[in-house]
């Protein structure tokens, strides 16, 4: 093992800035802000982790989504930090239990209700349509499927999405029928 010496930042007072401003376009291709398991590992959270443990490791880990699997590391499902704040009191209050009972199983949106991209439509899209698909859907973050080696390829985060844009992405839920019934009545 080699020992690094750490020096004193005192006299330096000078940052480096990149010369090439990596500032991406709406007009950009989609691939270029989509984020591909070819080349980076997915983050993921085992089925059977509490809720505690599983809000715990997002909030250290700065994710505001994890891909959900089992043991054999096959895709459940995802859950986002969303899903704790709005259902964990609420959950363990209808199940009589405690917030430690819960695990991510009872908080997570199962796969069949997951929406996604396919990549190969992606592909021939822009940043702009991506952003306009998270929008009208409501969505913080999608997952990329590649239908022809059926598995899931990659994912898009509206926060990156925004971090490269330099600008906000207001993503509004959509309105539920439940929502717009409460509001008429």
Known sequence: MRNLEL???????HLLWATDEDITKRNAPALSIFTDFDHSQPLVIDVHTS???ALEIMEKTHTYMRLVVDAENKFLGVITRHEFHQNMVKLA????SSIDDLSVKDLMIPRE????????????ATVGDVVRALQENGLHHILVIDHQQHHIRGMISANDLARK?????DIKQPPSFMHIFNYLS
């Open 165 to 169: 844009l330099k600008v906000p992405i």
């Open 51 to 53: 809720a505690p443990n």
């Open 113 to 124: 209700n997951v929406l996604s991209l396919d990549f190969e439509q992606l592909s021939s």
């Open 93 to 96: 209050t209808k199940q009589h």
């Open 7 to 13: 020096y004193s930042t005192a006299a330096i007072d």
